[in-house]
């Protein structure tokens, strides 16, 4: 835990539907598509076949940032721990909250003996960009993306 203003951040691993489905309304300002009702089924989904877990941290009682993780080995980097999402709450960024969720995945990354902790980020999200390289992540590579099927619907 860390000190953050005047109360402490705790960070916890959701191990149960009623943590996983807390966590809906931080992880929805990251991936606003995303549905409530489908949300813990999901969660439930890709922890037991995908190797996902779910992290979140509580401020002053609630939560307020929230990591989605999962552990895997690559052929070019090894052991990796890679974080599919990472979110503070809107009225709680650069406050510390993000700096302190970051460090317990570099801690659990080295916990379970990953060589690297990876994720990637959105073009668009240049605020976040330079959050990570205030951490200390490193640009390596870009990531390039195909989607397969039906295109989206056009607006009007």
């Known amino acids: 835990m860390s000190e953050t203003g005047n109360a402490k951040l705790e960070i ?35 922890t037991e076949y995908d190797s996902f877990n779910l992290v979140f941290g509580v401020y002053d009682g609630r939560i307020v940032c929230v990591a989605g993780y999962r552990l ?22 650069s406050h ?14 080295a916990d379970q003996q990953c060589d690297w902790l990876q ?14 390289e205030r951490e200390e992540l490193v640009r390596t590579s870009h990531h390039f993306a195909f989607r397969i099927g039906r295109p989206e619907p056009e607006d009007g």
């Not at 943590?19 to 969660?43: S, Y």
């Not at 510390?96 to 990354?109: D, M, N, S």
């Not at 994720?119 to 990570?132: E, K, M, P, V």
Request: net charge negative; aromatic share 10%.
């Open 119 to 132: 994720l990637d980020s959105g073009i668009q999200r240049t605020d976040a960009h330079r959050f990570y």
């Open 96 to 109: 510390g909250c993000g700096h302190e969720l970051l460090e317990w995945l570099k801690h659990e990354a």
């Open 12 to 46: 916890r691993k959701a191990v149960n539907d009623v943590q996983v489905a807390a966590c809906f309304d931080v992880i929805a300002e990251l991936r606003p598509h995303l549905i409530r009702a489908e949300f813990v089924e999901m969660i439930r989904w890709m």
């Open 72 to 93: 895997c080995t690559t052929l070019a980097y090894g052991s990796v721990l890679y974080v599919d999402d990472l979110v503070t709450t809107g009225d709680l960024r």
